[in-house]
C-alpha cells in the first residue's frame, strides 16, 4: 500500500544493523517512510560500519557461477541464505540481494544480476503476492527480455505459529526456496 504513495519511501531492513540504519535514514529522508520490519528475531548480517543509502541494494552472497538470483527481504532474506547453503551442498550456486528499500527499489542491481544468472529472478516475501516485493521486482524488470520472476509469497490469510511453521506453511522457508530454485533447473 506504501509503494503506491507518492514521495514514500519504503525500508524493509533484515537484521538489527540495517534497522538501525533504516531508522536514521527515515528520520533523514524528505516525505514519508514506512519502515516494514519481521516479527522473528533474526541473526545480524551485517557489521556495524557497514553503509547504507536508500535505493541501493546488497548483493549478500554472490559467486562466478550462479545460476538464479534470489531476491529477499527481512526474514525471507535469512531463508535465501540458508537455501544458498543447502543448494551450494548441491554444486548449485545463486545470488542472493537484499533490496533495503522495496521503494525506491534498486532495479540496476538486480538487472545486472539477473543478467549474470540467466534472466532468472525468485523473489520471496513475508507479504501477499499483491503490492509487495514481487510486483516491484516485476516493474522493474518488466521491459527486459528474457527475464523470468518466479514469486514466492504468501497464500493466504495468516495465522498465529511458530515463525518456522509459517514459513513453511505458505512456502516462503528455506527449503521451498531451494526447491523453487531447483525446478527452475528442471524447466
Not at 84 to 96: P, Q, T
Not at 141 to 152: C, M, W
Not at 165 to 179: P, Q, R, T, V, Y
Request: glycine share 8%; with cysteine.
Amino acid at each position: 500500500m506504501f509503494r503506491a504513495i507518492p514521495t514514500c519511501t519504503v525500508f524493509y531492513p533484515s537484521d538489527g544493523v540495517s534497522t538501525e540504519k533504516a531508522v536514521e535514514l527515515a528520520a533523514n529522508t524528505k516525505g514519508i517512510c514506512f519502515i516494514r520490519t519481521s516479527r522473528p528475531d533474526t541473526a545480524v548480517i551485517y557489521s556495524p560500519d557497514e553503509k547504507f543509502e536508500v535505493g541501493v541494494a546488497k548483493v549478500v552472497r554472490q559467486s562466478d557461477s550462479d545460476q538464479v538470483t534470489v531476491i529477499g527481504a527481512g526474514v525471507t532474506l535469512h531463508e535465501a541464505l540458508a537455501a544458498a547453503d543447502m543448494l551450494a551442498s548441491e554444486g548449485k550456486n545463486i545470488r542472493v540481494i537484499d533490496p533495503f528499500t522495496i521503494k525506491p527499489l534498486d532495479a540496476s542491481t538486480i538487472l545486472a544480476s539477473a543478467r549474470a544468472t540467466g534472466g532468472q529472478i525468485i523473489t520471496v516475501e513475508d507479504h501477499y503476492k499483491e503490492g509487495g516485493l514481487g510486483e516491484a521486482v516485476l516493474s522493474a524488470v518488466g521491459s527486459e527480455p528474457g527475464i523470468v520472476v518466479t514469486r514466492l509469497a504468501v497464500s493466504g490469510v495468516p495465522r498465529s505459529g511458530k515463525p518456522q511453521e509459517l514459513l513453511d506453511l505458505f512456502g516462503i522457508s528455506a527449503k521451498h526456496i531451494a526447491n523453487a530454485v531447483r525446478q527452475t533447473f528442471a524447466n
